[in-house]
């Protein structure tokens, strides 16, 4: 995996992918992008994607700190996005 930054059509894609169905969702990555969107890595990326793969209720006990990822959810990369989400 890349610490290069996400160049602008992979972020684009990015984006568009991580648009959810359950609005508290939404709000936690609305503000990621806000605040990460211009340092955001190619590794940040996939582990964003990697993320983007569970349920709308799984991802937000995730980002409510309600549960911890496990298993292959259970990376340093996701960790450390899921931190970047949640702050």
Known sequence: MSDALLDERAFS???????RGMLENDLFIERFFERHAERLTVRQADALNQLMDLADNDLLDLLLVRREP???NDTADVKEVLA????
């Open 84 to 87: 970047m989400l949640r702050t």
């Open 13 to 19: 894609k990015l984006r568009w992918r991580c648009r």
């Open 70 to 72: 496990e298993d292959e």
